[in-house]
């Protein structure tokens, strides 16, 4: 088959669609990846290295300041509806036309659709020209079920968790569903009531999200198909360690591995970025453990060198991950998945979205202490948190037997066969 892919987001939402996108050309099929990245960063060396085309879709904003400016206010919004408003109207909206050029283009030329939840443009223009469709989920906050309860809200029982969705539904849809009928509008196609249709594909929405995070809901329909995580294949990856990483290893027990990932980019300016990064490296001086820290160095002129703490800027995740003792992060979908398959428990330190859930995962699963948040975050706190994980061998345990079970999972095999079983003539 031909297939055509649309994608937007930050790594944790690209990254799964080029591995899918690389899935899909092994098995034989002619693959074209559209890509937005809010980040603006450039994904075409996956495509050359893994058999797929990709077409870069617009950007976020003029330039990478107005993408800080737009990070900031996330940030700064505590309030999850905020949150969603901002993703929607500042960040998603904006590239909504070209997103919509794209997907009528991989809709003429291709013979089925897949598109990340988000991407209602994709669904309108399947819609329009009547090509099959099928949504990828990446997160089953959002999917309602009396088995889990909304984002933000503690677990209360089956009863009770399907009477706040069923009020919290038309809650949702008064902030999401305006920026999908605007475009079905224009575009002549009828209004939606409800964002589900467009965000659940009634044809297949794959959720990539490993059974043992997210196991089959009885109360989901069949069109909700729980595939495994959507893992980049090992040659994606085509690095080698540097010397001195590999002699800052071999030098005393494994180090703990911090990052804050994309939410790093919310520091506008070089005194932010540096408050931060000194916040961790005191914590690991107040822990007493040896660290690798991910910052962007090269902009910090004033913390000193410490031997216990290796500085890196950028090193891909599965590589390194077997080597640590544990993750310090912020709970982006994408480092916890690579946290938890190699083993890894973590310390999550949420910024904003779905972080939060994704922390609630990790503590249920008992590979995770409970969750910080950044807004009031300090080296004390988080020195105790690292601690807390070091001193529980039967934390480590948990998170390195979980390990086992997600890397005998193939997620993008298994989502391979269903569309291949749902589509194929």
Not at 19 to 25: N, R, S, T, V, Y
Not at 140 to 151: E, T
Not at 381 to 410: C, F, H
Request: with cysteine; aromatic share 8%.
């Amino acid at each position: 088959m031909k297939i055509g892919i649309q994608t937007w987001g930050s790594d944790g939402d690209i990254n799964p669609f080029i591995a899918l996108a690389a899935g899909l050309a092994k098995a034989g099929h002619t693959v074209t990846l559209a890509v937005t990245s809010v980040e603006r960063k450039d994904y075409k060396q996956f495509a050359d290295r893994l058999g797929f085309q990709l077409i870069e879709v617009s950007h976020i904003g003029r330039d990478d300041h107005d993408l800080i400016l737009l990070a900031d206010k996330m940030h700064a919004a505590a309030d999850p509806l905020k949150q969603l408003d901002l993703i929607i109207n500042d960040m998603f909206e904006p590239g909504v036309d070209a997103m919509y050029a794209a997907a009528l283009s991989l809709c003429a030329e291709n013979d089925l659709v897949i598109g990340h939840f988000l991407v209602h443009p994709l669904e309108a223009a399947a819609e329009k020209i009547s090509k099959p469709y099928l949504t990828v989920t990446l997160n089953q906050s959002a999917i309602p079920s009396g088995y889990n309860s909304p984002m933000g809200i503690p677990y209360l029982g089956r009863w009770l968790n399907s009477l706040i969705w069923k009020l919290g539904m038309p809650i949702l849809n008064r902030h999401i569903i305006p920026s999908i009928n605007r475009l079905r509008k224009k575009e002549g196609l009828p209004k939606t009531r409800s964002f589900r249709p467009i965000w659940e594909s009634p044809l297949g929405n794959l959720i990539a999200v490993s059974p043992k995070f997210c196991p089959p809901r009885p109360d989901w329909g069949i069109n909700q198909l729980v595939c495994g995580f959507f893992r980049l294949p090992e040659e994606a990856h085509p690095w080698e360690m540097p010397d001195n990483l590999a002699r800052f290893l071999a030098q005393g027990p494994a180090p703990v591995y911090i990052t804050f990932g994309s939410m790093l980019g919310v520091l506008k300016d070089t005194r932010q970025l540096t408050d931060t990064t000194r916040l961790l490296v005191d914590a690991v001086q107040k822990a007493g453990c040896r660290a690798i820290i991910q910052s962007r160095w090269q902009e910090i002129t004033d913390i000193p060198e410490h031997r216990d703490i290796f500085r890196i800027n950028a090193v891909p995740h599965p590589k390194i991950f077997p080597h640590c003792a544990a993750v310090v992060h912020h709970g982006g979908a994408g480092t916890t998945q690579t946290a938890t398959l190699f083993g890894c428990p973590s310390i999550v330190v949420t910024h904003i979205a779905d972080q939060y859930y994704w922390a609630r995962e990790l503590k249920r699963l008992g590979v995770a202490p409970q969750p910080l948040d950044r807004r009031n975050l300090t080296a004390k706190q988080l020195s105790k948190k690292i601690r807390q994980v070091l001193d529980s061998p039967a934390m480590t345990e948990r998170a390195q037997e979980l390990g086992r079970k997600l890397r005998a999972e193939n997620g993008v095999g298994r989502a391979v066969e269903t569309i291949e079983r749902l589509c194929t003539p």
